[in-house]
């Protein structure tokens, strides 16, 4: 009798991630620079132009920078990351409201991170989910992401202001919130 071996082969591998580290927060903009990356969704550079009346109104930083990137589905052009990386103490992009914009703006947000620049990225309840495995993908799990309501396009500016009048809490939090909360906060589901 011929003795017969079968191999059976696993072709998964196991992943070894090693997570990207975060920048380091300051505890305060106040007399900082507040950069703002609008990705050309529509109504998002609304939402932005509130948040940064009232981040200048509550928080005082002595600069707010305002950069457009022309597509919503593409990284930001390296300038631009790189002149945010540079001036800004802090960058808050929006947003992400659809699968590819909601990727960029993730990515966006990661590009700034590795470049010491704490960033928040501002994406609708619906494609939230998204958002976190994108972070999650590009090894960055605990990513600060601000969760408004769908949807942001399409609605009066009147409405988006007030959706940003809403999510000003939220968004200051994040803004003060410590590398190593945002792990934690990640890590009970609250951001």
């Known amino acids: 009798m011929v003795k017969r071996t079968i191999t059976i082969l696993d072709p998964t591998s196991k992943r070894r991630r090693q997570d990207i580290e975060m920048a380091p927060r300051r505890s305060t903009i106040e007399g900082g620079v507040v950069g703002f990356l609008w990705?050309?969704?529509?109504?998002?550079?609304?939402l932005l132009e509130r948040f940064a009346e009232l981040l200048?109104?509550?928080?005082?930083?002595?600069?707010?920078?305002?950069?457009?990137k022309l597509s919503?589905?593409?990284?930001?052009?390296?300038?631009?990351?790189?002149e945010l990386s540079r001036k800004c103490d802090m960058v808050i992009i929006a947003?992400?409201?659809?699968?590819?914009?909601?990727s960029y703006v993730i990515h966006d947000a990661v590009e700034l991170e590795k470049r010491r620049t704490p960033t928040v990225s501002v994406c609708t309840n619906e494609f939230l989910p998204l958002g976190r495995v994108e972070a999650e993908a590009l090894n960055m799990p605990y990513l600060a992401i601000l969760e408004i309501p769908h949807p942001l396009g399409g609605i009066k500016i009147e409405a988006v202001r007030a959706k940003a009048d809403d999510a000003i809490g939220e968004?200051?939090?994040?803004?003060?919130?410590?590398?190593?909360?945002?792990?934690?906060?990640?890590k009970r589901g609250s951001n």
Request: proline share 7%.
């Open 39 to 46: 990705n050309d969704k529509p109504n998002a550079n609304f």
């Open 56 to 68: 200048v109104e509550k928080l005082g930083p002595a600069e707010i920078m305002h950069r457009h």
């Open 72 to 82: 919503a589905s593409d990284p930001a052009p390296e300038e631009i990351i790189n």
């Open 95 to 102: 947003s992400g409201d659809c699968g590819s914009c909601t």
């Open 171 to 186: 968004l200051i939090v994040l803004v003060r919130t410590s590398k190593e909360e945002l792990k934690e906060r990640s």
